[in-house]
């Protein structure tokens, strides 16, 4: 099992972001959430396998269709142990 953390940057707000990436993440059987934060990116922590967290990833450069993906930032995160995939509350971006 490996972690993801992710930042998505760009016009990644108010265009179904989390919602699709909740959806994308279950397809591919991804543990985890997604938020959005005060600076106007969103966050994703996945876990899952190496395929999976790529597929993920490839699928979070181009996002929902309304998207307009600037920048994607990985860093290695530490498993959780998660048994879905959720839409967390807005954070305030700190940890970047």
Do not use: Y
């Not at 953390?5 to 397809?27: M, P």
């Not at 999976?52 to 490839?58: D, I, K, N």
């Not at 807005?90 to 970047?96: C, N």
């Amino acid at each position: 099992m490996a972690a993801r953390l992710f930042r998505v940057f760009g016009r990644v707000q108010g265009v179904f972001f989390r919602s699709e990436t909740e959806e994308r993440a279950r397809e591919l059987g991804v543990t985890g959430w997604v938020r959005n934060c005060d600076d106007g990116s969103v966050e994703v922590h996945a876990e899952g396998t190496e395929e999976q967290l790529s597929q993920l990833e490839e699928w979070l450069h181009t996002g929902p269709a309304a998207a307009k993906v600037a920048e994607v930032r990985t860093h290695d995160a530490e498993p959780a142990g998660f048994r879905g995939f959720t839409i967390q509350s807005i954070s305030d971006g700190s940890r970047e």
